[in-house]
């Protein structure tokens, strides 16, 4: 590696550090300790290495993307291999279908990190990561979040569209009026996570509390933490516990959130009939929303909410730092200058929104390291995936500058058949600027699941945040 990429990640290093402090470590340190939060005061030059074998399963419409963003931001700090999917897949590793190791791009073996949207399956995906990976996944209150599926998906999933005058309300009524199980789409409409999780959407009223049961059981041997939408914040100190992470690893911008007007309120009556159709997404909700209380518990409520102030407080000053006081205006997708931040959208009639970055604002002026880091804090999934797919593959070819590209294409299986723990890639380079390239033709869409005003994100615009 050249003399000037050496400083080049010195500068980036304590560009962040910059950006993010302000002193602000020490007095986190000192308030855990003053709080007799013993647990709270995990700190860089403390005890345990950070965590850094992560499986995020990413589930639709949960705040996912949000949490993508924070685990790529990671993975790039800290040199990390994302494995990502094959072309052929888009930014999804062929979403809807089972997860496949062949899914995965050969430049993106071993990994530490796999966050892409896909339909879980644990035997695949125990042989691509290693033995030690940690797994975590999130849910979301299956009432808003059907009513985001919808919404969302209106124009696009079979079930949805046949419904007269996109009403809900119709849809619910008569849901097999509508809905067809074995449309390739039909996994939109009815017990989305159960879906993702790897599990089986449609099981008769007979055999639904054993399956549930099974399942529920499955999935908690599995998954380490499972985080809960509408708890957020307290989730990420539960996966900051969980990994040994800092608080300065945990922060996030919200991402792919739908304008107000394209986002209803649920009448009386709804949630309860969302939660028999969606009945194993419901079971599956409720028990690990009690679950993640307990673990809250357990860690001690006061504490757990020390920590998510402190965590706004940073998140406050990065977003200070980065766009010079508060967010980016929010902007509906087509007036968004820069391609590189332009969500998709899933039709015409859901107005996605994002940010565009400001224009005078030193910090982050373009061509600079806190530009770079401030973008992609911002940066839409397809885009950002594009960006690590390519930075990956840069990496990949010095540490194999002989293979042809022939023998590049079967590299993958005889990789994964290896221990993973090696890291092949000692050598990274600094942050890539992105190709300047819009989604492509045919991406699917990623939930996310928006709240807090907290960020000053309701002051910023007409808009109102999507629940
Ligand atoms: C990442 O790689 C760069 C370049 O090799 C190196 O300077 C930096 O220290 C590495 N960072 C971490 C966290 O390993
Ligand atoms: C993980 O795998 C390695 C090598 O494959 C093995 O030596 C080790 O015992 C495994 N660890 C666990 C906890 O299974
Ligand atoms: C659809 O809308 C039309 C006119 O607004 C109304 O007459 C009709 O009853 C609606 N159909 C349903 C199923 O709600
Ligand atoms: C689902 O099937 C329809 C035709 O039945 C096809 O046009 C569409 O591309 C398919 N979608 C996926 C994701 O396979
Ligand atoms: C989640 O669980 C907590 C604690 O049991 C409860 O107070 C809360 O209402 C639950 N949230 C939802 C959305 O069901
Ligand atoms: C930008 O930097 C210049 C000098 O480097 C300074 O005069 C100006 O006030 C700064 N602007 C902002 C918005 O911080």
């Known amino acids: 590696m050249s003399q000037k990429k050496i400083f080049l990640a010195l500068v980036a290093i304590s560009t962040v550090s910059l950006l993010l402090h302000h002193g602000g470590h020490f007095s986190w340190t000192m308030e855990a300790f003053r709080l007799g939060c013993s647990s709270l005061s995990t700190h860089p030059s403390s005890l345990k290495p950070k965590h850094t074998n992560v499986v995020f399963l990413k589930t639709h419409k949960t705040a996912s993307t949000t949490m993508q963003n924070l685990l790529f931001r990671f993975a790039e700090r800290n040199n990390l291999t994302v494995a990502l999917p094959v072309q052929a897949c888009g930014h999804q590793f062929c979403y809807p279908r089972s997860f496949s190791t062949h899914l995965v791009h050969p430049h993106t073996v071993p990994p530490n990190m796999i966050t892409n949207h896909m339909r879980f399956n644990r035997a695949e995906m125990q042989r691509l990561m290693p033995n030690d990976t940690i797994y975590v996944t999130i849910l979301r209150e299956p009432g808003s979040m059907f009513e985001s599926l919808f919404s969302y998906y209106n124009q696009y999933c079979q079930s949805f569209k046949r419904v007269p005058n996109g009403s809900l309300e119709a849809f619910l009524d008569e849901?097999?009026?509508?809905?067809?199980?074995?449309?390739?789409?039909?996994?939109?409409?009815?017990?989305?996570?159960?879906?993702?999780?790897?599990?089986?959407?449609?099981?008769?009223?007979?055999?639904?509390?054993?399956?549930?049961?099974?399942?529920?059981?499955?999935?908690?041997?599995?998954?380490?933490?499972?985080?809960?939408?509408?708890?957020?914040?307290?989730?990420?100190?539960?996966?900051?516990?969980?990994?040994?992470?800092?608080?300065?690893?945990?922060?996030?911008?919200?991402?792919?959130?739908?304008?107000?007007?394209?986002?209803?309120?649920?009448?009386?009556?709804?949630?309860?009939?969302?939660?028999?159709?969606?009945?194993?997404?419901?079971?599956?909700?409720?028990?690990?929303?009690?679950?993640?209380?307990?673990?809250?518990?357990?860690?001690?409520?006061?504490?757990?909410?020390?920590?998510?102030?402190?965590?706004?407080?940073?998140?406050?000053?990065?977003?200070?730092?980065?766009?010079?006081?508060?967010?980016?205006?929010?902007?509906?997708?087509?007036?968004?200058?820069?391609?590189?931040?332009?969500?998709?959208?899933?039709?015409?009639?859901?107005?996605?929104?994002?940010?565009?970055?400001?224009?005078?604002?030193?910090?982050?002026?373009?061509?600079?390291?806190?530009?770079?880091?401030?973008?992609?804090?911002?940066?839409?999934?397809?885009?950002?995936?594009?960006?690590?797919?390519?930075?990956?593959?840069?990496?990949?070819?010095?540490?194999?500058?002989?293979?042809?590209?022939?023998?590049?294409?079967?590299?993958?299986?005889?990789?994964?058949?290896?221990?993973?723990?090696?890291?092949?890639?000692?050598?990274?380079?600094?942050?890539?600027?992105?190709?300047?390239?819009?989604?492509?033709?045919?991406?699917?869409?990623?939930?996310?699941?928006?709240?807090a005003t907290r960020l000053g994100l309701r002051s910023s615009g007409p808009q109102r945040q999507t629940q």
């Not at 673990?295 to 940073?314: K, N």
């Not at 950002?384 to 042809?404: A, D, E, G, H």
């Open 175 to 451: 849901p097999w009026r509508y809905y067809r199980p074995d449309e390739n789409d039909s996994m939109y409409a009815r017990n989305t996570l159960t879906f993702d999780l790897g599990g089986d959407k449609d099981r008769s009223e007979v055999e639904l509390v054993a399956y549930s049961r099974a399942f529920v059981a499955e999935t908690e041997r599995v998954f380490s933490l499972v985080m809960i939408a509408e708890y957020f914040d307290e989730s990420l100190v539960l996966l900051r516990h969980l990994l040994s992470w800092d608080l300065e690893d945990m922060l996030y911008v919200k991402l792919n959130m739908r304008m107000s007007g394209s986002k209803h309120s649920l009448s009386p009556g709804l949630p309860a009939k969302i939660r028999a159709w969606n009945a194993l997404d419901a079971r599956l909700y409720d028990h690990f929303n009690d679950s993640l209380w307990r673990q809250l518990d357990t860690l001690g409520l006061a504490c757990v909410a020390r920590e998510v102030r402190l965590l706004r407080r940073a998140q406050e000053r990065l977003v200070r730092g980065c766009f010079g006081g508060r967010l980016p205006q929010l902007r509906s997708a087509a007036q968004i200058k820069n391609k590189e931040l332009r969500p998709w959208q899933p039709s015409s009639k859901v107005d996605i929104v994002g940010y565009d970055l400001p224009t005078a604002n030193n910090a982050t002026r373009p061509g600079t390291l806190a530009h770079e880091l401030c973008l992609k804090l911002i940066m839409p999934e397809v885009q950002y995936t594009k960006v690590l797919l390519r930075s990956q593959s840069l990496r990949y070819r010095r540490n194999f500058p002989l293979r042809s590209p022939q023998s590049q294409q079967l590299v993958p299986n005889k990789r994964l058949v290896l221990p993973h723990h090696q890291h092949l890639h000692d050598e990274a380079p600094p942050l890539e600027p992105g190709p300047a390239s819009g989604p492509t033709a045919t991406p699917r869409p990623a939930g996310t699941r928006i709240r």
